[in-house]
């Protein structure tokens, strides 16, 4: 996905209005199985299947240490999730999938990848302190593309873990040298490129609250 400057920054504008927003709507993630398998119901047969693997996926990590969690989890949807271009799976050029969204259709771009590890690995048990989504520029046959991964952080300042659908292996952020951060933020808070923390300029609501809205519905 490719993003100019300019829709770079109304995004980051908006993000922020939008981790005011989240702290009213969600608290800790807890998953509500019976809620996530109602809304997978409605999606039909293959997404009640999903969610299924996913629950059990779920309890399975829950067990497991962090890394094994993270190494569990970014297998898991790299596996059953397909790369496709927004455009293509939504007829928008841009659209922030739900987990269930993304395994009803079984494809999603960059964001759908990080948003369904994000809340997945929070319902297993990894705080949400330690997880942050990650706009960066990624050098990808030479060119230098707009794009999302997940970052977790064993510490506060520690070098984070890199989840990204581009490679399959979970990777330090200093084996990473293609990825270049631009901005993250989590249901917590935004962070700036250096990781210094950013004020709440903004007064517009964002695709990150809609995210955050249909992942409570759906049980999250």
């Known amino acids: 996905?490719?993003?100019?400057?300019?829709?770079?920054?109304?995004?980051?504008?908006t993000l922020a209005f939008a981790l005011a927003l989240a702290s009213a709507c969600m608290g800790a993630p807890a998953l509500d199985s019976a809620r996530f398998l109602e809304s997978a119901e409605k999606r039909g047969p293959h997404t009640v299947a999903e969610a299924r693997a996913v629950l059990k996926l779920i309890e399975r990590a829950s067990t497991q240490d962090e890394l094994v969690r993270l190494i569990l989890v970014n297998d898991f949807f790299d596996q059953h999730i397909r790369y496709a271009e927004d455009i293509d799976v939504w007829g928008v050029l841009d659209y922030w999938a739900s987990p269930l969204e993304a395994l009803q259709k079984g494809a999603g771009d960059c964001e759908d990848y990080a948003i369904a590890k994000y809340f997945t690995l929070a319902s297993a048990g990894v705080p949400i302190a330690k997880l942050r989504m990650v706009y960066v520029r990624a050098m990808v046959d030479g060119k230098s593309l707009a794009h999302m991964v997940l970052a977790y952080y064993a510490q506060p300042g520690a070098e984070p873990l890199i989840l990204d659908n581009l490679i399959t292996e979970v990777k330090p952020a200093s084996q990473r040298p293609d990825l270049t951060p631009q901005f993250s933020f989590n249901s917590e808070g935004l962070w700036n490129g250096q990781g210094a923390?950013?004020?709440?300029?903004?007064?517009?609501i964002s695709q990150w609250r809609d995210v955050l809205m249909k992942v409570k519905d759906e049980g999250f």
Do not use: K, T, V, Y
């Open 1 to 13: 996905m490719a993003f100019s400057q300019r829709s770079s920054f109304r995004l980051l504008r």
């Open 197 to 204: 923390p950013w004020g709440n300029p903004a007064s517009r």
